[in-house]
């Protein structure tokens, strides 16, 4: 496997000259396609491509003109998948994605993808399933190490705190 990405960064043709500009955007609309790419994501791919600025700069354009790079609909994706599949917060996908350099408002439009109802309704089945691990009901340094779980996986302390409560309630109420 280590061949195959030597080769690629080391790209050259027959004639032992920098890659075609055709080859390397080739390259880089099947790396695009395979799942949507944040743009530095793809500037860094392109960077270890042995190619002069210009030949970057032309393929990045060419990128974003054909649509294989589109932040927008990069931050919306991501949101989604990490909230969906790994139930994380608004906070921790918020970081994530300030961390792939993703402008400030393409990230509060794609925190919007997020419904409230279902954001909490996570955030419950979360603590519920830790709260099952436990033999009996939590105690209370118990009940700080959930709320240090959930805020962890990036929900905010106040909604956090606001569903430990209601949780313990229901079970009271279920216990009587």
């Keep these: 496997m280590a061949r195959k990405s030597t080769k690629i960064k080391n790209m050259t043709n027959q004639a032992g000259h920098e890659p075609a500009k055709e080859e390397l955007l080739s390259k ?35 990128l974003i003109e054909e649509g294989f790079v589109d932040e927008e609909r990069f931050a919306r994706m991501f949101t989604r998948s990490k ?45 519920q399933q830790k709260i099952a691990t436990f033999q009996d009901q939590p105690t209370l340094e118990q009940k700080h190490k959930l709320a240090q779980f959930a805020i962890r996986k990036g929900y905010e302390p106040q909604f956090v705190y606001e569903e430990l409560e209601r949780v313990e309630k229901n079970d009271d109420d279920a216990a009587k």
């Excluded at 909230?83 to 993703?102: D, H, T």
């Design 28 to 62: 880089l609309m099947k790396y695009c396609a395979y799942r949507d790419r944040c743009k530095s994501e793809v500037r860094t791919k392109l960077d270890s491509f042995h190619v002069t600025e210009e030949v970057k700069e032309a393929v990045f354009a060419t």
């Design 83 to 127: 909230f969906n599949q790994n139930s994380w917060g608004r906070i921790k996908i918020k970081q994530a994605l300030r961390e792939k350099q993703v402008d400030e408002q393409l990230i509060n439009t794609a925190m919007k993808e997020i419904d409230t109802d279902d954001y909490l309704a996570v955030l419950h089945r979360l603590l």
